[in-house]
């Protein structure tokens, strides 16, 4: 069951993701043929609802993904199993979750305009 | 071609041994088999391994060979050598027994875990469901019906090394020509048993049964439909 | 230490899927950090894109994105064999079109580089 749950969570996760990383990677590459610099970068990004939306659901669908895959990695490679690795993955996960959201929130989030 | 001989080398001992070397004839149309056969009974009459049928039916022959699995009565020995000889080891993923021999009983528990048993749905005394040969479910049957369960995959597997509750590829193979089998008692149960730590969630798709079952099934593919098989039945709330 | 027996492309694909992912796994919390930056300030930021373009930096960069596109790529590959309908025939197939997916997307990177 639970091993079903996860392979729900990883696979619908990726599924999601697929799309997300394309665009991703399509203004990674514009943004370097661009030659943006920071500050062009957070004039396009500040108080835009929609790229929040955008990363914020990219943050969320890594923060499942990427622990589960890391969770599979440990039990086949390290022969760590049980409570120990679930937790710590699952605290990773966590980890990402918060540190993703509050990269968006910095980038996108802060009220429009400021410092810029 | 008598003329010729090839070198072989063949592991003798349980987990800790060494690699014998032989020098044997090489015939036309020889197999691996065939060599190991000759070796057992003209230089090394203590030598353990297994066959029974030589024709490719009973699944029993299998052994690695030059770091491949193998059914070695129906690999011919042209095939596996180019310029090199031969090297003949036990399965792998299996608890080795004596030089060739492994011993197959976590496989076959492995086949329990996952339900690879028929459970019957009616008694012998009522009439034998038909099921048409086009149907679609009896074509899936079909299509994985034929493994020899010569253990090729399971020691071709990664996940098997791996993962030591990954009940493996041939036992999911089995698993899903139930879970497809409208004879089948309990196919509700098959799908919750391969849910479980180690079923089919735990392959990786790698595709190494495929690439080795030496009688051509898919197991991975199989693997997948089961994946699918388990989400709806997970979504549907029926998988507890 | 790759065995004979895992000599196929599909087990190169799950290897390289794995690798990738941890690499990503283990980059993003830096990543986050350094984007976090922005809190305290455009200058900060700017700060650290501009210690990123130094070009040691710039190839650790480059190579991540790369790592992204190869781990979108033996993702889709996965997804496709365990949800679409295929037979033997395309398998193969499946291997190219991983595979020339992340061509192009190498091709994409150098003509941008
Ligand atoms: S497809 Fe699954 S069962 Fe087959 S070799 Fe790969 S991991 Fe093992
Ligand atoms: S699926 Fe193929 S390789 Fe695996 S046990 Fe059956 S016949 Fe052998
Ligand atoms: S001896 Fe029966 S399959 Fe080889």
């Known amino acids: 069951m639970i091993e079903a749950r996860l392979y729900l969570l990883q696979r619908g996760s990726a599924i999601l993701l697929a799309p997300l990383v394309l665009i991703h990677l399509g203004l990674i590459l514009y943004a370097i043929g661009d030659g943006l610099s920071a500050a062009e970068i957070l004039e396009r990004t500040r108080g835009n609802l929609g790229w929040a939306a955008f990363y914020g659901l990219f943050v969320l669908a890594v923060a499942v993904h990427a622990p589960i895959g890391l969770r599979n990695l440990a039990r086949e490679w390290l022969a760590w199993r049980g409570r120990s690795v679930d937790a710590t993955t699952l605290a990773f996960g966590l980890v990402l979750l918060a540190l993703g959201l509050r990269a968006v929130w910095a980038v996108i989030g802060v009220g429009a305009g400021d410092g810029a | 071609m008598t003329d010729e001989t090839l070198t072989v080398e063949i592991w003798r001992g349980k987990d800790t041994g060494r690699f014998e070397t032989y020098q044997v004839p090489h015939r036309k149309s020889q197999t691996i088999l065939d060599v190991v056969t000759w070796i057992q009974r003209n230089r090394e009459p203590a030598l353990a391994y297994r066959f029974a049928c030589r024709v490719g039916m009973c699944g029993s022959c299998a052994m690695t060979v030059n770091g491949r699995p193998r059914w070695t009565c129906r690999t011919h020995v042209s095939k596996i050598v180019g310029s090199g000889g031969v090297r003949i080891e036990p399965l792998r993923n299996l608890p080795r027994i004596k030089d060739l021999v492994t011993d197959m009983t976590p496989f076959f528990e492995k086949w329990q875990a996952a339900r690879g048993r028929f459970e019957p749905s009616a008694t012998r005394s009522e009439p034998m469901a038909s099921i048409p040969s086009d149907d679609p479910e009896r074509r899936i049957v079909d299509a994985g019906i034929e493994c020899i369960n010569c253990g090729v995959c399971h020691a071709a597997c990664d996940v098997v090394t791996w993962n030591p509750d990954y009940v493996g590829p041939a036992a999911l193979n089995r698993a899903w020509t139930l879970a497809n089998d409208q004879r089948d008692g309990d196919r509700a149960g098959v799908l919750k048993a391969v849910s479980e730590v180690g079923g089919c969630h735990a392959c990786h798709t790698h595709g190494s049964c495929v690439e080795h079952c030496p009688v051509g099934l898919n197991p991975t593919a199989g693997i997948a439909g089961l994946k699918r098989m388990t989400l709806s039945a997970l979504l549907k709330g029926s998988l507890s | ?113």
């Open chain 3, 1 to 113: 230490m790759i065995r004979r027996a895992q000599r196929h492309l599909g087990f190169f694909a799950a290897l390289g899927h794995r690798l990738s992912g941890l690499f990503l796994a283990l980059f993003l919390p830096a990543h986050f950090l350094v984007l976090g930056l922005a809190l305290e300030g455009d200058a900060a930021l700017e700060g650290a894109i501009r210690w990123s373009d130094q070009p040691l930096v710039k190839m650790a960069e480059w190579g991540l994105v790369v790592l992204l596109t190869l781990h979108l790529s033996f993702g889709l590959r996965v997804l496709v064999l365990e949800f679409m309908p295929w037979r033997d025939s395309r398998k193969a197939m499946i291997g190219l079109g991983a595979a020339a997916s992340l061509v192009v997307g190498l091709l994409f990177l150098f003509n941008l580089g």
